[in-house]
């Protein structure tokens, strides 16, 4: 394994100091190609866009609570998307839509991954920067571009793209079906195209990074479980994501070039249309085998974070190192198996339907064993409550909570009654929703002395922006499990047409304020992120007395990240607590002949002239105890 | 003695601005006093039709005022605990412990979210759909309501486990973690256990699907064609054959012919029209799905059904009800009760509005309500089919030389 770890880590250093002296405002915060500034302008970005979806969110929430009123403002503020001070309905459609989108892609894919990747990736494994500093760089700026054209599309007179995130064809293939399939839908195919050249770009970085450029000793199970994580999300990314783009140029071909990959017998407007001989189906064959490894590309490096974070707070070695490092392999692997469960009720060969309800439910094996590590590592700690950690376990909440409901959703014949209704919607918002963007702000918080040198957020507020969040997002997801079960289908502008649904209205009403006051609480997170760059307490160089690398490096930035040579790993990243040991924590970067007294047997297994040296020094030692 | 002057003259900072505070929420209370005044004055001017241009922003306003005020309130809260942790500071104590806190939050939370779960579970639960009307939602039910009694059991476990741990294992400084990296016996354990418990799902799911979907037609069906267009259903019945008429959108379609029926086939001659979906109690029912312009879905949670339907590709759904409506509505003691058919997957602008009523009824008042169904072949259609038959045979000839070259 060791082979693999680049062994010069004494990069000529001055080279970079002097590097450093030339560097301009542009070449320093815009076209920046260190690692640790590209981190921050897609967590800004990404922090950016997610205020914007979640504004989206609370616009069509309030459609549902309130369908029969108007509200004058919406009208000053939206004009021609809301006649009368009421949405649109084609307009609420583009509202859900742009919602989903920024929220899975821009947010919690290359907000998420791009800034964590990026910042934590080199400072974890050990390296000066990314294997391609200048690739790196591209893909923030395709991601920039990428969100300004998705966010133009409200600037047009159709407004943005409105047949749902999954986009399906027809509906987004054929202009005439709905506003939102006009130019709106073509600057999301655009904004996409470029989202997933950004994507590519980013994890292909990753990939190279990690294999290559591991500092010495540092062998891939030395590796923190969040550089793993982060690892197999860009994997996973590299295999899917061109997969969506071949979905997305055949159905600009579609829509522009009168072909007929997903067309077949369309009739609109009373006129038959020139396409035969095309399957929708094809396009949710190509959209989910990315979209499905997307759901796992956007909760496994929250996954990471957290492992992380619990491990570190919870003064404990994550429980069952290993089992967490193939549970991710394992997910990685089946999720590229597992897209068929979106289709069971599309038509789709019933066999095929249950060989997929198969390997469905067979990923919650890795995930439950998942779960049951976190508990075991929390288990007998001793929980210092810091934000990132309240964050971390909030992850694990959700996981359980919207993981259980993939129990039902996974099963083909409950999925006939359960799909496409707000169950599904509950279900996905707790288990990659709330999961990912808790596992995100987890790693802010726990991070954020990395990514603004040396400032710590504030704590308190911390707490108040965790639990108003915790418990809202309960509030807002828990009921929507039981409108589903009462056959609410989402996507629906108001219930009023159904006075079957009128019992749910009252409901309807308390989730909108439910998500109104969590989104008030995101004012707690951005003043203290915003205040605390500028105004945050100062923090030690090891503020949480953590065991990875990148707390070895210094407070203050610098360009190549450690000065002089890198540092040396001799552990793995999770003797904490070690007994023997003086402190609750032993960094990667100590020899264990340092740490005679707190060496375990178990630390020597690929190591058997150290292993003799340990016995040795035990005969010396501890006379009493048996030497194996 | 350095040390103590810095606390006092930050103490002294921290009630001043604490005074600053109350100055600033004073301020805001004033503030809020006249938006509410201005809203009520407002309000019974909303129906005079020349309210000032800015008065929208009027009821906006004042939540913005009420939540600068909340942050207020919570800032000058903030700035009490900062004095109250720095005062034990002087007095030599430990500030406040946060870990004991958060501990009994943590403990309070798991409390009040379990009663929160069985609340939800036990009123919002009796909101949900009442027993399957069909024969096949039967055993989904059962599916169902096995599925949730074991995932509910791991739900309030582990989510006690979790805060139960966070509490009982709250930081002390007194105390030191377990160091516990692994054991692998526990490990396969809990990787077994959920792998057999979902092979049993997995199993039976996959039974009760197969049952459900591997379904082939056999004589006595009663076939129905349901065709989706923007935003309405379409339904057409066959005739005394017990037959669809076939059909071909690329050949026949046309604005009379709407549902491209083919006069090439006997069957189609006597289908029907047909306005709400009516079924007989307790028969096989196929109903034969179709889209014209986007993909739509037939959506019977009542009969837990649901099927895409999607242009080009013809789908199906094979099921028996067993509950008349008018059972159905003496069961639920609710009169007015319908069966519906839902559009499910998102279609356009009018996708919230796309409904049929489902009339479920004994087979001899479905005999007679088939009898007075109008034929799907009017007199136009007819007209049109006779037309385009004539056309074929004189341009047979022509067809026929196209096809060589």
């Given at each position: 394994m060791s082979t693999l770890a680049v062994q010069d880590h004494s990069v000529s250093h001055d080279h970079d100091q002097e590097h450093h002296h030339h560097e301009t405002f542009l070449t320093k915060y815009v076209f920046s190609q260190d690692h640790k500034m590209i981190g921050k302008q897609f967590l800004i970005t990404g922090i950016t866009m997610a205020v914007i979806a979640m504004l989206l969110s609370i616009l069509f929430r309030i459609q549902l609570a309130y369908p029969d009123k108007s509200f004058p403002l919406l009208s000053t503020l939206l004009g021609r998307f809301a006649p009368n001070g009421r949405l649109d309905p084609e307009f609420y459609l583009s509202l859900v839509t742009i919602h989903g989108t920024i929220m899975v892609?821009?947010?919690?894919?290359a907000g998420l991954s791009g800034t964590f990747s990026n910042l934590l990736i080199p400072l974890q494994v050990g390296a000066r920067d990314m294997a391609s500093p200048f690739v790196n760089m591209l893909s923030y700026w395709f991601f920039f571009i990428a969100s300004i054209i998705m966010l133009s599309s409200f600037f047009i007179q159709k407004g943005p793209a409105g047949p749902g995130w999954t986009i399906y064809p027809p509906l987004s293939a054929?202009?005439?079906?709905?506003?939102?399939?006009e130019l709106g839908m073509t600057l999301w195919l655009a904004s996409m195209v470029l989202f997933v050249a950004s994507s590519l770009m980013g994890g292909i970085n990753y990939v190279s990074t990690v294999l290559n450029m591991r500092t010495k000793g540092m062998d891939l199970w030395k590796m923190p479980l969040t550089v793993w994580a982060f690892f197999l999300t860009a994997i996973l990314g590299i295999l899917s994501f061109p997969v969506l783009v071949a979905g997305v140029v055949l159905l600009i071909f579609d829509r522009s070039f009168g072909t007929s990959f997903y067309l077949s017998d369309i009739v609109l407007n009373g006129k038959l249309l020139p396409y035969s001989g095309g399957s929708p189906i094809l396009f949710q064959h190509l959209f989910w085998f990315l979209g499905h490894p997307e759901v796992y590309i956007v909760i496994m490096p929250a996954m990471g974070i957290s492992s992380e974070v619990i491990s570190v707070n919870s003064r404990k070695p994550i429980f069952g190192y290993h089992a967490m490092v193939y549970s991710l392999i394992g997910i990685s692997t089946l999720s590229f198996i597992v897209w068929g469960h979106h289709m069971f009720v599309t038509g789709m060969n019933p066999f095929l339907g249950g060989v997929f309800m198969i390997t469905t439910l067979i990923i919650a094996v890795p995930s439950a064993v998942k779960t049951f590590n976190w508990l075991a590592t929390i288990w007998r700690g001793n929980i210092k409550f810091t934000p990132a950690m309240l964050f971390a376990i909030g992850l694990v909440s959700f996981f359980i909570s919207g993981g259980v409901t993939g129990i039902f959703l996974g099963n083909a014949a409950l999925d006939i009654p359960l799909h496409d209704t707000y169950f599904v919607v509950a279900h996905f918002h707790l288990v990659m929703g709330s999961a990912a963007i808790f596992g995100m702000l987890a790693g802010v918080y726990h991070w954020f002395p990395k990514l603004f040198a040396g400032r710590l957020m504030d704590e308190k507020l911390g707490y108040l922006h965790f639990w108003a969040t915790f418990v809202c997002a309960y509030l807002v997801f828990f009921p929507m499990h039981f409108m589903g079960l009462d056959g609410?289908?989402?996507?629906?502008?108001?219930?009023?047409?159904?006075?079957?649904?009128?019992?749910?209205l009252s409901v309807n009403t308390f989730i909108t304020w439910a998500a109104i006051v969590a989104a008030l609480a995101q004012v707690a997170f951005l003043y203290n992120f915003f205040h605390s760059i500028f105004f945050g307490k100062k923090a030690t160089q090891n503020p949480w007395n953590a065991n990875t690398l990148e707390w070895t490096a210094p407070i203050e930035h610098i360009h190549g990240n450690w000065p002089g040579e890198i540092p040396t790993v001799y552990r793995w990243a999770y003797d904490y607590?070690?007994?023997?040991?003086?402190?609750d924590f032993i960094p990667q970067t100590v020899p264990l002949s340092q740490t005679m007294s707190s060496n375990?047997?178990?630390?020597f297994e690929d190591n058997p002239a150290g292993l003799e040296q340990f016995n040795e020094w035990v005969k010396v030692n501890r006379p009493n105890e048996e030497v194996k | 003695m350095q040390t103590d002057s810095e606390y006092q003259t930050d103490i002294k900072m921290g009630f001043k601005n604490l005074i600053n505070s109350k100055k600033i929420s004073a301020l805001f209370a004033a503030f809020l006093l006249m938006g509410t005044g201005t809203l009520f004055a407002q309000a019974p001017a909303a129906n005079a039709p020349a309210a000032d241009s800015g008065s929208e922003w009027l009821g906006v306003g004042y939540y913005v005022l009420l939540f600068l005020l909340v942050c207020v309130i919570v800032a000058v809260i903030g700035k009490i605990l900062k004095i109250y942790e720095l005062t034990l500071k002087i007095q030599g104590k430990k500030g406040i412990n946060w870990n004991n806190f958060i501990g009994i939050i943590c403990l309070v939370f798991l409390i009040a979210g379990l009663y929160g779960a069985y609340w939800s579970f036990t009123v919002q639960g009796q909101e949900i759909l009442p027993e399957p009307a069909s024969a096949h939602g039967v055993k989904i039910d059962q599916m169902f309501w096995t599925t949730t009694a074991i995932t509910t059991f791991v739900f309030i476990i582990t989510q006690i486990l979790l805060f139960g741990f966070l509490f009982k294992y709250r930081g002390s400084e007194k105390r030191k973690a377990y160091y516990y990296p692994h054991n692998n016996t526990i490990e396969k354990i809990w990787t077994i256990v959920p792998a057999i418990v979902l092979t049993v799902l997995v199993v039976f799911g996959f039974f009760i699907w197969r049952q459900i979907t591997n379904t082939t037609e056999v004589k006595g069906d009663i076939n129905i064609e349901l065709t989706a267009h923007q935003f309405a259903w379409e339904i057409r019945y066959p005739g005394a054959d017990g037959k669809l008429g076939e059909s071909d959108y690329q050949r026949f379609y046309t604005t009379t012919n709407n549902l491209a029926v083919s006069p090439e086939d006997k069957g189609s001659y006597d289908d029907l029209k047909a306005d709400t979906l009516v079924l007989p109690v307790g028969k096989s029912i196929r109903l034969n799905i179709h889209a014209q312009d986007v993909i739509h879905s037939v959506f019977m949670p009542h009969f837990r059904l649901q099927m895409n339907a999607v242009p080009g590709l013809p789908t199906f759904f094979k099921f028996t009800p067993t509950i008349t409506t008018a059972d159905m509505r003496n069961r639920l003691d609710d009169p007015s009760f319908n069966y519906l058919l839902y559009c499910n997957k998102i279609c356009g602008g009018g996708h919230y509005n796309m409904q049929k009523v489902v009339l479920v009824v004994t087979p001899a008042e479905y005999r007679l309500w088939l009898s007075h169904q109008k034929p799907y072949a009017s007199d136009l259609v007819k007209k049109e089919w006779k037309i385009a038959e004539a056309g074929k045979k004189a341009g047979t000839g022509d067809n026929k030389i196209a096809l060589n070259n």
């Open positions: 892609f821009f947010v919690l894919t054929l202009p005439k079906a709905m506003k939102g399939s609410v289908p989402r996507r629906y502008y108001a219930m009023t047409e159904f006075p079957a649904f009128n019992h749910w607590s070690k007994p023997g040991a003086e402190e375990q047997e178990h630390d | -």
